[in-house]
T-cell receptor, first 112, second 110 residues
Framework: ETGVTQSPTHLIKTRGQQVTLRCSSQ?????VSWYQQALGQGPQFIFQ???????GRGNFPPRFSGLQFPNYSSELNVNALELDDSALYLC???????????FGPGTRLTVL | GIQVEQSPPDLILQEGANSTLRCNFS?????LQWFHQNPWGQLINLFY???GTKQNGRLSATTVATERYSLLYISSSQTTDSGVYFC????????????FGAGTRLAVHP
């Protein structure tokens, strides 16, 4: 186990709703990155937070937003859910921005 | 262009066989990493290997950064090695973004 936890494990929402996913980083890690993995594809980088500031962002619309707390845990918020948002959402923590990534078990989101 | 490219896309092995997975990466990608994703979706980091060779048990990896490729070797494969193997690298230029390849899907049969 990596020490990175995510909640919830599964979630079902309907189109247009909003969702919040949570991630607790491994002890001592100050950086959290979020990824979206559609079925049969590799993970796609959403964004990274370092010491509560966004430190990098992939090609995702503004309705994907995040937050990092003083204890380095993090949230991913997605507004106005679309069917294509159905995916496995992974978070990873690290000691620094480009260091080894340690992944959580993921949250599987289904949008109906 | 494609920044991280993996081959082969699929691989089927008999238990005990050896295999080599390849990852080609573009000039804009650095600090390569290899991951294994098990059937339950958990991504496990295998190697952080910007250059050189590392070994961990039956697995080893080599990155030749000057030629922009990395290889993952699996020896004496076991059924528990099944899953998807990803390589990923960080986009250079001071912008933190980890780029994944499409993965190699490995099935090891007893």
């Amino acid at each position: 186990e990596t020490g990175v936890t995510q909640s919830p494990t599964h979630l079902i929402k309907t189109r247009g709703q909003q969702v919040t996913l949570r991630c607790s980083s491994q002890s001592g890690h100050n950086t959290v990155s979020w990824y979206q993995q559609a079925l049969g594809q590799g993970p796609q980088f959403i964004f990274q937070y370092y010491r509560e500031e966004e430190n990098g962002r992939g090609n995702f619309p503004p309705r994907f937003s995040g937050l990092q707390f003083p204890n380095y845990s993090s949230e991913l918020n997605v507004n106005a859910l679309e069917l294509d948002d159905s995916a496995l959402y992974l978070c990873a923590s690290s000691l620094g921005g480009t260091d080894t990534q340690y992944f959580g078990p993921g949250t599987r989101l289904t949008v109906l | 262009g494609i920044q991280v490219e993996q081959s082969p896309p699929d691989l089927i092995l008999q238990e005990g066989a050896n295999s080599t997975l390849r990852c080609n990466f573009s000039d804009s990608v650095n600090n390569l990493q290899w991951f294994h994703q098990n059937p339950w979706g958990q991504l496990i980091n295998l190697f952080y290997i910007p250059s050189g060779t590392k070994q961990n048990g039956r697995l080893s990896a080599t990155t030749v950064a000057t030629e922009r490729y990395s290889l993952l070797y699996i020896s004496s494969s076991q059924t528990t090695d099944s899953g998807v193997y990803f390589c990923a690298g960080w986009l250079s230029g001071g912008y933190n973004k980890l780029i994944f390849g499409a993965g190699t899907r490995l099935a090891v049969h007893p």
